[in-house]
């Protein structure tokens, strides 16, 4: 640990230097809080902390003892600087240090909570079961011992943390029993009502609403121990509950805008649609974002623009007389016009989750190939989805869409796609261990050297804990993590007043647009549970609205 910024260590060693007064690296804390957990058991990584908290609850008591019985907390109203450029009160390095071991104990119970055990009445007071997980009786313990001392300094953040991962804990479980009833329903019942709500009846900034509300209450779920998870590997509901079922919805969502498009026949002809809806009546209103900015937002002055050549100059974009004739065309146009649309209000709103599912539909095979559908788009349509296909290009390492992300105003929902593929790979081009990289950029006979110190320092019983951490990945991970905790920090809201408008502060995506109680519920029956079709049922309609053309090769 050369210079300001740590780079490598073993863990003992980065936890003591960080809550010492020496530590003058700031992002150190942050790295190890995002990868420390996947580096060593909740009991080795907690049980630092607690033998350290017990050594300094030791030297508090001595100093108390020498003092008459106080351990100088309050000692001086003066200040004085650290090392850290922290002003504070002139207390013993002893009560400095012990705060901050309380403050990383804290901040460390939310990723490692998933592996705590609550105690049970045989269970000793040591930090490790029978099953070989951190009891919980010791942090309780613990915190006990930090109020009954007078140490409140200490005690506070354990204390929130605490109850803050027992409410997210409680919260989840009633999450999940409500989600098994909602399962329990017979289809039957969901199938009571004789006349759907299609596409074309409701509005797309209400559509764009409830895709929002949907988006952030999952991207509000997930978490820095989950992104990290999923990176190395795991990919199920029990390590990564909220990124799985974001993922979920992702999916869902494309394939019922796939479905929409190719079954236009069937669900939407000679069914009244609402082309007075909310998009027609709002402007952009104020300076633009970033997002507009790219994206030009021209679409939609008047009405959905998801006629059938006569709303406008632009949509009077037709093909061949053939081609005029096909109505299963026709309908299929006015429903990828609406869908267009749908991206716009999407765009305005900032949620890049759902717009790149929505994209992802209408490019799927089955809807790409149909050129003669497209033919029938109007002019400024197409235009929109040119635009917001460049600001969701993978060109240059999704630059256009990282720098719109970065400079748009909160609150923004991130496509998550990308930021665990980035995870993915730091994860997969850093090794965990210093002693790793050095193996993978010598000679053989460097490499088995250092092999052979990794598994002398393992059979010596120190483990995990004796090899030195790769400070650098922690912190090209967290990094990552910072984008996604940046977004969640401002979230959107689902609260409506005077026709939808949202008065919570920072809420400028959701609610501001106009859209009333009953537009809504009309775009949550329309999404329902977002049924859709396979690939290979969605390419068996394509064939049957336009047939393959022998002069064309069919776009996969």
């Known amino acids: 640990m050369e210079g300001q910024e740590a780079r490598s260590g073993t863990l003992p060693q980065l936890l003591y230097y960080l809550v010492s007064d020496a530590c003058e690296d700031a992002g150190l804390r942050p790295a190890l809080v995002t990868g420390a957990p996947f580096l060593a058991s909740p009991s080795e990584l907690l049980g630092l902390l607690v033998d350290r908290h017990v050594a300094l609850m030791a030297a508090r008591r001595t100093m108390a003892a020498t003092t008459g019985g106080a351990d100088a907390t309050h000692s001086s109203p003066t200040t004085t600087p650290t090392r850290r450029g922290e002003q504070v009160p002139m207390l013993p390095a002893a009560i400095r240090e012990h705060r901050r071991v309380c403050l990383l104990l804290s901040e460390l119970l939310a990723p490692l909570w998933p592996q705590l055990s609550y105690p049970s009445s045989s269970s000793s007071s040591s930090c490790t079961t029978a099953a070989g997980g951190c009891n919980l009786g010791v942090i309780t313990q613990l915190l006990f011992d930090l109020v009954q001392a007078g140490h409140h300094a200490c005690a506070e953040p354990l204390r ?41 009846q409701v509005s797309a900034a209400a559509l764009a609403r409830e895709l929002c509300i949907r988006d952030a ?18 990919r199920d509901t029990t390590t990564c509950p909220g990124i ?45 974002s970033a997002v507009n900015r790219v994206n030009g937002g021209d679409y939609g002055g008047g009405g959905d623009g998801d006629g059938d050549g006569g709303s406008g100059g632009s949509g009077s974009v037709g093909g061949s007389a053939t081609v005029s004739a096909n109505g299963g065309a026709r309908e299929c146009a006015r429903v990828l016009a609406k869908v267009i649309e749908l991206l716009r209000q999407l765009q305005r709103a900032r949620n890049f989750n759902a717009m790149m599912a929505v994209l992802a539909g209408i490019n799927n095979s089955a809807v790409y190939r149909l050129k003669h559908t497209r ?21 240059h390492g999704w630059r256009v869409y990282r720098a719109a992300l970065a400079s748009c105003p909160r609150p923004a929902l991130p496509y998550l796609g990308i930021h665990l593929t980035d995870a993915t790979f730091v994860h997969q081009g850093n090794k965990d261990y210093v002693e790793d990289v050095v193996a993978g950029n010598t000679s053989a006979a460097a490499a088995a050297a250092a092999a ?40 959107y809201t689902s609260s409506t007043k005077n026709n939808g408008t949202a008065k919570g502060s920072g809420s400028v995506g959701v609610g501001s647009d106009g859209v009333s109680a009953a537009a809504l519920t009309a775009a949550q029956e329309c999404l329902g549970d977002l049924e859709g079709m396979d690939d290979e049922q969605l390419f068996a309609l394509s064939l049957q609205l336009e047939a393959p053309s022998s002069s064309a090769t069919t776009p996969h």
């Open 452 to 491: 052979a110190t990794a598994t002398a320092a393992s059979s010596e019983g120190g483990g995990a804990l004796s090899r030195r951490v790769n400070v650098r990945k922690l912190r090209r991970l967290h990094a990552i993590w910072s984008v996604l905790a940046d977004c969640q920090a401002t979230p």
């Open 375 to 395: 033919a029938l788009l109007p002019g400024r349509a197409r235009a929109v989805l040119r635009r917001i296909g460049a600001l969701l290009s993978h060109e």
């Open 160 to 200: 929130a943390s605490l109850i803050a991962c027992m409410a997210t804990a409680r919260a989840t479980s009633e999450r999940l029993a409500f989600q098994a009833a909602v399962a329990a329903i017979p289809l039957a019942a969901k199938a009571m009502r004789t006349q759907p709500v299609t596409i074309l």
């Open 244 to 288: 799985v079922a974001a993922v979920a919805h992702f999916n869902a969502l494309s394939s019922w805008i796939a479905t929409k498009i190719l079954t236009a026949t069937t669900t939407e002809r000679n069914r009244p649609t609402d082309r007075n809806h909310a998009s027609s009546s709002v402007g952009s209103g104020g300076k633009r």
């Open 217 to 234: 209450r999952l991207f509000s779920r997930v978490t820095c121990t989950e992104l990290v998870a999923w990176a190395r590997g795991a």
